[in-house]
Each structure stands twice: as C-alpha cells, then as structure tokens.
C-alpha cells in the first residue's frame, strides 16, 4: 500500500519488489530501508550501496548570464569553478538564513546543473527564477529524470565494469557526460556518505536499467540497496550537514561551520552584508559534533547542558548510532563559550545525565583505520580465540 | 511469526514467562522486527516497584526510543545487564539472552489478563492486515 498522493521516483516498483520499508519524505513514498539501516551502513563503508535519491530536484540554468546568476545567489565564487567540476554551495536571504545547500555542476560556460534539497525544490525553483539577470534561463528538469547514487569503496570498480566508461579516473568532483547512454546522461564523483562515490543524473527508463545491473552485477561483492535510514546515519558520521535539520533561515554559514563554502570578498551576493555584519560581532553559538562512547541516542531537539548551569547551553540537531565507531553521534547548536573542542556537554535523556564530548567532525574518514576496528573489544577477541 | 505457545503476551508486544514466582519479561518477536536496529536498551534497576502498564525499561532502535512496559505490578527481581551492554541479544533471541526483566507480581490477579499466545497471534495477524 502506498499512502494516497504521496510522489514516487521512476524505481519505486523496484523498492516494493524488494520488500523496502517506506516512509513520506517531504511528500515522496521512499524507502527507509530494505533489511537493516545497520547493515546496509555498513555495506557502503565495506562494499557498495546503491541509493535512489530521484526525490532531489534538478535544474539547468543556463544562458550568457547563468554563471553571474549564480553568483550573486551563492555563496561560493562560481567563476572559480571549471567545466565539468562541482561545487558544493548554499544560498542565503537577506538576513544571512542559509534556504538550502546545494551541489552546483558546471556542465559548459553558460550551462550549470543545480540539485536541490526535495523540502526546498519549489522555493529554490522560484528563488532562482525571481532573481535570474535577463540573460538567464531556469529549467526544472527533474520530471522524467531520477538521480542514482553509487556509494562505497568499490563503486569505481563496478561502474567502470558495467558503464564501460573510464570513471576510476573521474576526479572528486568532477563530472562527465555520458553519451552513449543518452544525450542528457551524466556521472559524478560526488556523494552524501564522505567516503568514494558516484552520483549519475538520467533518464527514468536508464535509471532503470542501471539500478538493475549494479544489484545484478554488484552482489557477488557484497552491493545492496540503501534506504534513507542509512543515508541519515552515513552522512551523520561524515561530519554532514542536512537541511531543514542542522540548518534552516534561522543560521547562517558561519554558525553552520561551513565558512570555507564562503567567498565573503567575491562582488554582491544575496546574504553578504548579514555575513559581514556578523563576522564582526562575533558568534553567539556554533553547530559542534559530539560523541557518547555509551548511552542512548542524541535525538533532534534534546536540549544540551554544561556543568554548574541549569539552564541548557544547547540543542541537539542530529544524532545516531555509528555501527563503524560504534559509538552515538550527535550534532547541535551550542553557546560559543561552551563550543571548545574537547570540552563536555551533558545530554539529560529519561531524567539520567549521560556525558558527551565535543569532537571535531567530521566522526569518520575514509581510509582512517579505527581503533574499534582494528581492536575489537576484549569480549569479542576471547569468543574467536575460544 | 514467531510466538512460543508457553508464553503470556501483552497487547504492547511484551511477552511473560513464569519462573517460579517471578515472571521473567521480554518483548516479542513482532515487536524486535518492527524495531529492527536495536543499539540502546535501559533496564530497570532491581528493587523498583512498578505498576501495570508503567514504562519500565527502554528500547533505542536507530530511529526512534521506545518504552516497554511492565505486564504487570510488582517488585523488580532481576534486570538484565547483559542486554544493557550488548542490546542486539534482543534481535537476535527475544526469548531467551534477549530477555529484559524480572517481577515478583503484587497483584497475582492481573496475570490472568495477559493474553495466550493464541489470542496474541490473532492481534498481530489482524494488525498485519
């Protein structure tokens, strides 16, 4: 059963055959997960998922002017982004308020390929639009188009077996056409997990059929299907942020941690005089990472405390268990005389005080042997020399 | 679905085993598969007096926290640290590593009120459907 009126991608007879837990996402029937938010985690970080995120918009802005477009709506230098190379972005109000983080491709001089968060899709389509120079157009593109996400140490391997295309030397992100497949068929070195990864924007009907062969092909090293339970955990881990989440209009960049987006120097942009404003006054809170090595999960809006202060210095934005670090994560606002890195907070859960511990993010890294992995605990060493 | 016939059942998908004068509880199969991905559980500490239908222990899946209540009121005998250090004894044997409490029942009149294993079954064919 699907609920009524809820938005389906071009594979969503593919996550029901699959036996998929779904959930409404922003008004879209996505899969949660298809056996174990834990187990397909810990795929990606062994082996490979594959993600639908078709439920992302897409939209081409393009035209003599689509670069200067962009570049007084983003807080990033546009022009310093090479044809065919990524750039993750955000764009601001007024007031500095980040509307929504965005992954913008430079597809040709005058053409760049923006991807839109699906909370923030119509919003975003009719910033741009009200705000384009009049050389400039902006183009949903998203309808008839799905987004596929091809995440973990062996995704460069197996797409460049299945594509027959050289992607093992596509650059972190880059992005390259992919014209055998169809005019309008591209893949990138880009992902929400942090480790390696690729993201391929397509028609439905090639979507299909590479979802097919990346399961078929992918199976005998370990590949699975990977819901959005396990994309929330993933992205935790790496330290990222998600809107609508960590940030909304009420944060800036700064507050955000995302100051390397920021070109504060580069000519006007919509949110620069509020940046400026608040870089000289200073900050009154940062978003920080923590981690407990035992105790529950920070959940969205648990408030954060300090010793010796009743009143909480904080909240938290995000939390999960790391099945890798096997330990819970956490990120949140907190007041900046409370924001050091190793400093403690308290995170008060059913009445019983549990501490956590400021860290810097991101929480995992790929290539970064971890001390849980290479010793694991006492317990299980003894059961496999039994 | 998985619900051995010797058990008393809650409609809260807690299960009830006797054990001399205790009753030793957990929760049911149905319940640990739609929880799925437990990784936190908090037990009760022994000695605390519960009534029924009182959240007595708590279960963290990745989503979301959970309470489990107690099937009856009474005392708590044992709690299973166990489970508290490693939580996926639950998914892997809801019935046996996996149980959470134990209570000397106050009220022995209220454990004529669980549910049979067969009445239990019938509630989670119907929810399923």
């Not at chain 2, 009121?73 to 892997?92: C, D, E, F, L, Y």
Request: charged letters at 20%; proline letters at 5%; one cysteine or more.
């Amino acid at each position: 059963m699907t609920a009524v009126g809820l938005k389906k991608t071009a594979l969503h007879d593919r996550h029901r055959a699959l036996g998929a837990k779904m959930t409404d996402f922003h008004g879209w029937d996505m899969p949660l997960y298809y056996t174990s938010i834990l187990e397909e985690h810990r795929a990606v970080r062994d082996a490979l998922g594959l993600f639908d995120v078709s439920h992302m918009g897409q939209v081409l802005v393009t035209g003599p002017d689509a670069e200067a477009t962009l570049n007084q709506l983003v807080v990033s230098d546009i022009t310093q982004v090479g044809i065919l190379r990524a750039c993750y972005t955000m764009m601001l109000n007024d007031q500095g308020g980040i509307l929504d983080d965005l992954i913008i491709y430079r597809l040709g001089a005058e053409e760049f390929l923006v991807i839109v968060n699906c909370g923030t899709h119509d919003s975003d389509v009719a910033w741009l639009k009200a705000r384009r120079l009049s050389r400039t157009t902006v183009t949903d593109v998203s309808e008839g188009r799905s987004i596929l996400a091809v995440q973990g140490p062996l995704a460069a391997r197996v797409l460049e077996h299945l594509l027959d295309a050289k992607v093992a030397g596509l650059g972190r992100f880059a992005i390259a056409p992919m014209r055998t497949m169809s005019a309008d068929a591209g893949i990138a070195r880009t992902g929400y997990t942090g480790g390696d990864g690729f993201e391929l924007f397509l028609p439905d009907q090639h979507a299909r059929r590479v979802w097919d062969s990346v399961l078929s092909q992918g199976a005998s090293v370990g590949a699975r299907p990977v819901g959005l339970g396990a994309r929330d955990t993933l992205r935790i881990e790496a330290g990222l942020r998600l809107y609508g989440t960590d940030m909304d209009t009420s944060t800036t960049p700064w507050e955000a941690g995302l100051d390397w987006t920021v070109a504060l120097n580069k000519p006007g942009f919509i949110g620069q005089e509020a940046l400026r404003r608040q870089k000289q006054q200073g900050l009154s809170r940062h978003l920080v990472g923590f981690e407990l090595t035992q105790g529950p999960v920070p959940r969205t809006g648990m408030p954060l405390y300090v010793a010796d202060h009743p009143e909480p210095v904080g909240q938290v934005t995000s939390g999960t268990y790391s099945p890798i670090l096997a330990k819970s994560l956490g990120m949140g606002y907190v007041q900046a005389a409370h924001a050091r890195v190793g400093s403690t907070l308290t995170l008060l859960v059913r009445n019983l005080k549990h501490t956590a511990t400021i860290v810097k993010m991101p929480f995992w890294r790929p290539g970064v042997a971890h001390p849980t992995l290479a010793n694991p605990p006492s317990g299980q060493r003894s059961i496999e020399s039994a | 679905m998985d619900v051995p016939p010797a058990l008393f059942y809650t409609k809260t998908h807690e299960w009830a085993k006797r054990e001399g004068a205790e009753l030793v509880i957990g929760v049911t199969a149905h319940a640990q598969e739609e929880l799925r991905d437990i990784v936190f559980i908090e037990v009760p500490a022994v000695g605390r007096q519960v009534k029924q239908g009182e959240p007595a222990a708590v279960i963290e899946s990745v989503k979301a926290a959970f309470d489990i209540y107690a099937p009856v009121s009474g005392t708590i005998t044992r709690s299973n640290q166990a489970v508290a250090k490693a939580p996926q004894a639950v998914n892997q044997d809801c019935y046996g590593q996996g149980w959470l409490f134990a209570i000397a029942p106050s009220q022995p009149e209220e454990a004529s009120k669980l549910l049979s294993a067969e009445e239990y079954h019938k509630l989670i064919e119907q929810a399923a459907h």
